[in-house]
């Protein structure tokens, strides 16, 4: 009874040593500055800078390969928060990119859609309903107002508003995005 | 050698985990959707398969044996397979995280693969030595890797084929499985020669 108590113990507990040594020996290093820069991208997956999203906007950046002036939707903030993270120079928004504007949000004109679904497939954060053939709609809470939806409609029907502020949806103003204290 | 060559000829062909022995069946429903994913996975379990076969003969031949608590053998081997399991995992994490995304999920799941368990239980109840244990795991992996490939390319190829409603699906899957089985049913005469 002891000893095979002991011995279940003995194996439990040599196993957990061993893994406990593999944890640290094979541990996965992923590079915290492409972390750190992503959360303070706007994630609006519009492909603005020129990269497919955000993530990899951020692992170019981290890489030296890309400027820290790309991403309209982020504007003047995402600039200067990446500028303090990074200890560089803020620097104004690249015109080639496009310009910073308000938040939009797109909006099917329902009687004209066709439900040809391009604009579903072109949606890099999933917030077009709608099926092949049927009137598709914009899940406003999802959209991100990256545009991307009204190049591919052929029927043109998709406008884009400026997110309406009601009673409900007023928020304060968003604090600009700096680098926490305890990590900067 | 030519007792090691049988064993591994045995286990591959005649006496195929899958096909012959009924073990180790859910990855192989489970995974075989799609070649890609059907290769990591047999890679994974070849690698987790010998690895835990000779483990558990350590523990089985070393520590159990010995101090005469055989019937601690299903409980200490399962130890086994799960820290081998985790171990694995962290190892492809780190050597390869492409295959560790393409794995995801699958490579925790072996833990409950029963072929696992079933190679290390059958290695004592064979009585086998450390390098027929090894062989033994080793030919079982290449057994299951090599019908959940096979089953892995059939299965795209039934999918695009033009199924009878209700055999859809697990039905013709099943179907395929037991004809593939039947296949492998004409190796048993092999040894015999």
Redesign the interface.
Known sequence: MI??VS??AG??AF?GL??GF??VR???EEDPVVERIDQLLPQTQCGQCGYPGCRPYAEAIAAGDADINRCPPGGEATIHSLADLLDREPKPLDPERGEEKPRTVAVIREDLCIGCTLCIQACPVDAILGAGKQMHTVIESECTGCELCVEPCPVDCIDMVPEAVTIRTWKWPRPAATPRASEA | MTELALILVSTVLVNNFVLVKFLGLCPFMGVSRKLETAAGMALATTFVLTLSAVCSWMVQSWLLEPLGLEYLRTIAFILVIAAVVQFTEMVVHKTSPLLYQVLGIYLPLITTNCAVLGVALLNVQESHGFMESLVYGFGAAAGFSLVLVMFAGIRERVAAADVPVPFRGAAVALITAGLMSLGFLGFAGLVKG
């Open positions: 000893a095979a011995v279940v194996l439990a196993f061993a893994l593999a944890a094979f541990r996965q």
